[in-house]
């Protein structure tokens, strides 16, 4: 019997080679659709992808909203809250106005100021030199004397006096009071009708830094700051004092950990905050 033409061929000899020859011309034809799947690939990723990134990048820029970091008001940014600390320096220009001033240019910083009239009187150099920096002043009044202006009704006429005496040194007519003590209970709905009347607008604080209090601890009064900042648009009440000053770079710092941007009061966008909550201040 011929093996190699039996019916059990696999048993008796080795298999017939024809079929392997199959093999190699299907393996050529897979090893050409991979590599013309590969460079189209490549064509695809470096000819026309460009164009249509370039189209994307276009798009998108035009989408990206346009803050003006000149407006000190609250605004959000792709969603996220822009938080906003302003400080403000009460019972000034005084000896350490000069002091003030260089610790907030080496902070980069600007504040907003509230100047009493005997004071402006006292140190009008000052006054030219916080204007000339930049910074914001705003009146505090004459007397700084509850009963004269608040029970005698001179609040509006004080005010009226210290931004003349401003006017008259930098040219400048500001219209924001910080009302000595707070404007209650001393504001009443009369008298925020004259303030009104008379163009001025009233700003309290929403944090008090303590400086009053710890007059001996810079530490303490950083730390108040900084602990009490929680919301998105503060207002913090300082005064020139050492203590005050000294507590600036910490203050700064920790603020701008938590997230918050330094601005100055802006006219042209006034928030209205005060603690007798009258909309017309």
Same mark, same amino acid.
């Given at each position: 019997?011929?093996?190699?033409?039996?019916?059990?061929?696999?048993?008796?000899?080795?298999?017939?080679?024809?079929?392997?020859?199959?093999?190699?011309?299907?393996?050529?034809? +897979?090893?050409?659709?991979?590599?013309?799947?590969?460079?189209?690939?490549? @064509?695809?990723?470096? %000819?026309?992808?460009?164009?249509?990134?370039?189209?994307?990048?276009?798009?998108?820029?035009?989408?990206?909203?346009?803050?003006?970091?000149?407006? @000190? $008001?609250?605004?959000?940014? *792709?969603?996220?809250?822009?938080?906003?600390?302003?400080?403000?320096?009460?019972?000034?220009?005084?000896? +350490?106005?000069?002091?003030? +001033?260089?610790?907030?240019?080496?902070?980069?910083?600007? &504040?907003?100021?509230?100047?009493?009239?005997?004071? %402006?009187?006292?140190?009008? /150099?000052? !006054?030219?030199?916080? &204007? =000339?920096?930049?910074?914001?002043?705003?009146?505090?009044?004459?007397?700084?004397?509850?009963?004269?202006?608040?029970? /005698?009704?001179?609040?509006?006429?004080?005010?009226?006096? !210290?931004?003349? =005496?401003?006017?008259?040194?930098?040219?400048?007519?500001?219209?924001?009071?910080?009302?000595?003590?707070?404007?209650?209970?001393?504001?009443?709905?009369?008298?925020?009708?004259?303030?009104?009347?008379?163009?001025? $607008? !009233?700003?309290?604080?929403?944090?008090?830094?303590?400086?009053?209090?710890?007059?001996?601890? #810079?530490?303490?009064?950083? *730390?108040?700051?900084? $602990?009490? @900042?929680?919301?998105?648009?503060?207002?913090?009440?300082?005064?020139?004092?050492?203590?005050?000053? /000294?507590?600036?770079? @910490?203050?700064?710092?920790?603020?701008?950990?938590?997230?918050?941007?330094? #601005?100055?009061?802006?006219?042209?966008?006034?928030?209205?905050?005060?603690?007798?909550?009258?909309?017309?201040?």
């Amino acid at each position: 019997m011929d093996p190699f033409t039996s019916s059990h061929a696999s048993e008796l000899g080795p298999r017939p080679r024809t079929k392997k020859r199959k093999f190699l011309p299907r393996f050529f034809l +897979l090893l050409t659709l991979i590599f013309l799947g590969v460079g189209g690939y490549i @064509a695809y990723r470096y %000819v026309f992808a460009p164009e249509q990134q370039s189209t994307t990048a276009s798009q998108s820029i035009t989408e990206v909203p346009v803050v003006s970091m000149e407006k @000190a $008001r609250v605004e959000k940014w *792709n969603g996220v809250t822009k938080k906003v600390a302003y400080l403000t320096f009460e019972d000034g220009p005084s000896e +350490l106005t000069s002091d003030l +001033l260089q610790t907030l240019d080496q902070l980069h910083t600007r &504040a907003t100021f509230f100047y009493l009239g005997t004071q %402006v009187d006292a140190f009008p /150099k000052e !006054v030219k030199a916080t &204007a =000339k920096a930049g910074h914001y002043i705003g009146l505090h009044g004459e007397t700084h004397d509850y009963d004269t202006l608040y029970e /005698k009704g001179k609040y509006v006429s004080e005010m009226q006096s !210290v931004q003349q =005496k401003i006017h008259a040194l930098t040219q400048l007519t500001p219209h924001l009071t910080r009302p000595p003590y707070g404007s209650t209970p001393g504001i009443t709905k009369k008298m925020a009708s004259a303030i009104h009347s008379s163009d001025f $607008r !009233v700003w309290d604080w929403s944090i008090d830094s303590m400086d009053w209090y710890y007059k001996d601890s #810079a530490k303490e009064v950083a *730390n108040t700051v900084i $602990r009490r @900042a929680e919301r998105p648009f503060e207002i913090i009440l300082l005064h020139e004092q050492p203590q005050a000053i /000294k507590a600036l770079p @910490a203050i700064v710092a920790g603020l701008q950990k938590k997230g918050y941007q330094f #601005a100055i009061y802006d006219e042209d966008f006034h928030i209205p905050y005060n603690f007798a909550q009258y909309s017309n201040l």
